[in-house]
């Protein structure tokens, strides 16, 4: 069951309710093939629409083992503490308890409480302002604009908040890699 080490700061309903949302989101992304753009929306919809354009089959691949990479340290039986290790993870997580949380008010009848969990597990939360972001305009100089801190721009999302903790090597490689043509198939 996911979140095990964390059965002393959620009940059980709430780490049953994380169990489901996880394998609803799988089961959903599952049904997306490689060349099937016209699902992409199955993942996307829980995502900011700002960068809409921008969720391509690869992305979707990525985000999907962000999720899963999300899951593999929640069913750790002992704490693991910030559990996103990036921002694409951070809206995993972000999304699991959105969905566990609907889940348990639909089905349960019962108010998720998740602040606590929410307080310890998440670095920060900066990523949620990126759902009411607007859409650049057309006239803006991309170049000339601050760029967004905390891995909050588009490209970041999947780059390790800290370099002394990698996320997993297929969502994101580092130059030196990516310098050397080794990943010349993505």
């Known amino acids: ?3 095990e080490g964390w059965k002393n700061e959620l009940p059980e309903s709430h780490r049953i ?3 489901i949302a996880y394998s609803d989101f799988l089961d ?3 049904h ?3 060349t099937d753009a016209g699902k992409i929306e199955q993942i996307t919809d829980w995502l900011p629409q700002k960068f809409l354009s921008r969720y391509t089959n690869l992305f979707c691949h990525r985000f999907m083992i962000a999720m899963c990479s999300v899951a593999e340290r929640l069913v750790q039986p002992s704490k693991i503490t910030p559990i996103p290790k990036c ?3 951070a809206f995993a997580l972000h999304i699991l308890l959105v969905q566990a949380a609907t889940l348990l008010k639909d089905v349960q009848r019962i108010d998720a409480d998740y602040q606590e969990f929410r307080r310890q597990t998440y670095r920060d939360n900066d990523f949620l302002a990126l759902y009411d972001a607007v859409e650049d305009k057309p006239s803006v100089d ?3 604009r601050i760029a967004l801190p905390n891995n909050l721009e588009f490209n970041d999302w999947f780059k390790p908040f800290n370099t002394d903790q990698p996320v997993n090597p297929f969502i994101y490689e580092d130059w030196t890699t990516e310098q050397t043509g080794i990943n010349f198939f993505r």
């Open 142 to 144: 991309l170049n000339s």
């Open 17 to 19: 309710a994380l169990d």
């Open 32 to 34: 997306i093939s490689p």
């Open 87 to 89: 921002t694409a993870e």
């Open 1 to 3: 069951m996911l979140a």
């Open 28 to 30: 959903r992304f599952f």
